[in-house]
DNA sequence: TTAGTGACCAACT
DNA sequence: AAGTTGGCCACTA
């Protein structure tokens, strides 16, 4: 339990610092930590954002802006409704503008 | 320790 | 161009 700590408060961290209004995605956030094939272990993260206490993983979607994760959700349109919350326009579970409000840690920080 | 799964990404056909 | 397969890393059983 302790190791996956580490690796999950890392990502935790970076989607923490995620500008409202703006998402990223699973390898961005990977390649930041230093592991751009984890991408997977970053998506594995988001699962046991559960357990977090404020952890906006609805910022965080899969390369194509599509929201990936939404069905993991507890609402069915939980994930858009936050994203559109945010001012971030969500159709048919894709991110409209994802070029536009893609925010890169690797970059941005 | 080995094997299987997963909210992915990239490459090959 | 689209569809399919493999591989990567981390976690659970």
Redesign the pocket.
């Known amino acids: 339990m302790d190791?996956?700590v580490d690796?999950?408060q890392l990502v935790y961290d970076v989607v923490c610092q995620i500008p409202q209004g703006r998402v990223t995605?699973?390898?961005a956030i990977a390649k930041y930590l230093g592991?751009p094939?984890?991408?997977?272990?970053v998506?594995?993260a988001?699962?046991a954002?559960?357990s977090r206490p404020d952890v906006p993983?609805h910022r965080?979607v899969?390369?194509?802006g599509l929201l990936?994760?939404k069905h993991?959700?507890p609402g069915t349109h939980l994930m858009q409704q936050l994203l559109e919350s945010e001012g971030i326009e969500v159709v048919d579970d894709q991110v409209q503008n994802f070029k536009e409000i893609y925010w890169e840690p690797n970059v941005e920080l």
């Open positions: 190791k996956r690796f999950f995605s699973y390898g592991t094939k984890s991408s997977r272990a998506g594995y988001m699962n954002s559960h993983a965080v899969n390369r194509n990936t994760g993991h959700f």
